[in-house]
């Protein structure tokens, strides 16, 4: 309420003054028809000047903080993957019987282009991503995922994510297969329709983390050179991938 008090206050206090001015001008010159033209001019100029600063300025300043937004958010993105991405993406491999040719899709140089990236991205979409519970240890990820359980609701719980649809909704879908597999006691013995759910949310946690990787990736590289020179070197996909250069 005070506030309100004081903004009535100061907007009355500026158009009194406004007014001071143009009487004294007029006592002094006694010319009304120049301050009416000026003030005509100057009312007429306000409104290219809101469109100035509402549709151009803003905008502008507006792109800017949303650059900025999503420097951080990649921050916190590649956080993720180096505490518990990487190491999900290479349990959930094991699972896609054809892990290898993906892998191959996935394997990322510096010699890569924007437009490698894309048509990378677009022929993923077009990927089965079919998963085979038989094939990988499915204990070993629900360990995985229940230890760093706290690190994903603290990620959650960061507000800015909102701001990235995507990697919101990878983290949803991760928490959620966290949550599947921790109120299992055992699941070395699942049912046949308990697997084909898990298999689902294996496939929903899969799809997104590889697409969210690739884009992670590719900012990388037209960003930050050295964290993408370590990302290379560390790559999941990349069965000769090492974090010591040997060359």
């Known amino acids: 309420m005070k506030q309100i008090k004081w903004k009535i206050i100061f907007g009355a206090s500026m158009i009194a003054l406004s007014v001071t001015f143009y009487l004294i001008h007029y006592f002094i010159f006694r010319d009304a028809n120049h301050i009416i033209l000026y003030l005509i001019g100057d009312t007429a100029f306000v409104f290219i000047q809101v469109l100035l600063v509402t549709l151009i300025i803003d905008e502008v300043i507006a792109l800017r903080q949303k650059r900025a937004m999503l420097n951080k958010l990649n921050i916190i993105i590649g956080s993720f993957f180096s505490e518990v991405g990487k190491e999900v993406l290479k349990y959930m491999s094991e ?100 697997m084909k759910h898990i298999a689902n949310d294996i496939k929903r946690v899969y799809t997104l983390l590889i697409s969210e990787w690739l884009d992670y990736m590719k900012h990388m590289k037209e960003n930050y050179p050295y964290l993408f020179s370590f990302a290379m070197r560390t790559n999941p996909f990349d069965p000769h991938a090492s974090p010591e250069i040997k060359e």
Do not use: C
């Open 95 to 194: 699972f896609d019987p054809s892990s290898k040719r993906i892998g191959q899709e996935l394997v990322v140089t510096d010699r890569w282009t924007l437009r490698e990236f894309i048509e990378t991205s677009n022929r993923l979409k077009k990927y089965s991503y079919d998963i085979d519970m038989k094939r990988g240890n499915l204990d070993s990820l629900r360990q995985l995922l229940i230890k760093e359980r706290t690190f994903l609701l603290r990620l959650l719980e960061n507000q800015n994510l909102l701001e990235h649809d995507t990697f919101t909704n990878l983290l949803m879908a991760v928490f959620h297969l966290t949550e599947e597999l921790e109120s299992r006691t055992e699941v070395r013995d699942l049912s046949e329709a308990d």
